[in-house]
């Protein structure tokens, strides 16, 4: 949020993190990036991110890359750079390389960490990094002929020794690198090393920072939120996909069919981008999910407050009849809300009258953020197949302001003197609703 903004925004917007803050603290978040990140000078600024989610009590593991940095040796070294179906081939003088550079840019990332400037992000900043032999690697082996040599996969994840680091309150520091029993080294990939952990630490989240904003379909336009099974439509289209989104994700698949809650993939370019994507709605890459994060239920007691405060603006304009507390407990039963990701952003009422087969739809309402996506439709579609299921024959809705919404969707303007008899008796003739009807 800029300084510049008023001060109504900047409250608006803070109270609009607090949901996050609150659900994120004590969560497990492993974030991976690449050494390009740290080639480009552009670590400074998420060191910054790293630290603000570090004070809000998020539990912190980052891995890094170090891709650009091992070619930059072995060019100095005048090594080849090979590979095999897609991995680096990692000879011994290649391994050396490849130690050399991850080194290097382990002790930069720390320095970053280790910053505490008066008058900047970091100003009292106490992030303590834990580093250490997390990682049991075993050799990926002879592929098609090929003897990968030191190029390894993770083989075992020390989740004990890590929880025992993050419950000290450090950030831990993965590295591309992982051990064998036997003493060796092996190269590893970032997002292996990143994929490994996050199911491992069953992690609520794994980020990956990109070169692409994220997943885009056939149009270009970005996919906000992919199920696993979209994920797999996306993988097995003609479209070729850009390199990066062909690695990560299925990793993001990987993760999710193994229990990690989310995982996101952005981009590395945009400023604050794992803050805008964690601290929105909406977010600025590509989530994934084992399944849709939208739910569709009957509301509990429990749900009263979230009801309150999506109805609330509505009422403040005229367009809802408002209802008290006491009211919405003794009708929760007739109400269903919509969930995304535990959130509720939309709900409506069923007030049924058996002895004319009808039933008054009321108290329709979608969060302004989530309008325009088809959710007030799907909620309109539920309720009346709960209605049919019922035994109702026909639907009706009383409305001053969103006459067209309901007439495109099948309505027909109707009158007050064909509303079921208990409920014209209780028409306010001062709001001068307007009565629409359909058959189900």
Not at 45 to 71: C, K, S
Request: proline share 3%; hydrophobic share 45%.
């Amino acid at each position: 949020m800029p300084a510049s903004a008023a001060p109504a925004d900047f409250v608006a917007w803070f109270r609009s993190v607090a949901p996050y803050i609150n659900a994120f603290r004590g969560k497990t978040f492993v974030i991976a990036f690449g050494g390009e990140v740290v080639a480009d000078g552009k670590f400074v600024e998420l060191t910054h991110d790293f630290n603000l989610l570090a004070a809000l009590g998020i539990r912190l593991v980052l891995v890094h890359g170090a891709r650009p940095q091992i070619e930059q040796h072995l060019a100095k070294n005048q090594l080849d750079d090979t590979y095999h179906q897609g991995i680096r081939m990692t000879d011994a003088e290649t391994m050396q390389c490849v130690k050399e550079a991850v080194g290097r840019v382990r002790v930069e990332i720390e320095a970053l960490l280790s910053m505490g400037l008066a008058n900047s992000p970091m100003a009292n900043a106490d992030i303590r990094v834990a580093g250490g032999n997390f990682i049991t690697a075993q050799p990926i082996g002879v592929i098609n002929g090929v003897d990968l040599m030191h190029t390894g996969s993770v083989r075992k994840v020390d989740t004990a020794a890590l929880n025992d680091r993050m419950d000290f309150g450090e950030v831990v520091l993965l590295s591309p690198l992982g051990y064998s029993p036997t003493g060796e080294v092996f190269n590893l990939t970032l997002e292996d090393v990143a994929t490994a952990t996050a199911i491992a630490l069953d992690a609520d989240k794994l980020v990956f920072l990109m070169d692409t904003d994220g997943v885009t379909d056939s149009k270009r336009q970005l996919l906000k939120e992919l199920t696993i099974a979209q994920a797999q439509q996306v993988l097995t289209q003609k479209r070729k996909l850009p390199d990066d989104i062909a690695l990560f994700l299925p990793c993001a698949m990987r993760a999710c069919e193994a229990g990690v809650a989310r995982t996101h993939l952005i981009s590395r370019h945009a400023d604050g981008a794992v803050l805008q994507e964690l601290f929105s709605d909406d977010g600025i890459g590509t989530m994934v999910v084992e399944s849709t994060l939208n739910t569709l239920r009957a509301a509990t007691i429990e749900d009263i407050g979230g009801i309150l405060e999506l109805l609330r603006p509505l009422e403040e304009s005229g367009v809802l009849v408002r209802r008290s507390r006491e009211l919405l407990e003794r009708e929760i039963k007739r109400f269903e809300i919509l969930e995304h990701d535990h959130r509720i952003i939309g709900c409506a009422a069923l007030y049924r009258f058996p002895d004319e087969a009808a039933a008054e739809l009321a108290c329709l309402a979608v969060d302004p953020l989530y309008r325009d996506r088809g959710y007030g439709e799907a909620i309109l579609n539920h309720m009346m197949a709960l209605a049919k299921g019922q035994g109702m024959k026909k639907l009706f809705v009383l409305t001053t302001r969103t006459a067209h919404w309901f007439i495109e969707r099948g309505f027909g303007e109707s009158t007050v003197a064909a509303l079921p008899a208990q409920k014209k008796s209780l028409y306010n003739y001062q709001r001068k609703s307007k009565v629409f009807e359909r058959k189900i």
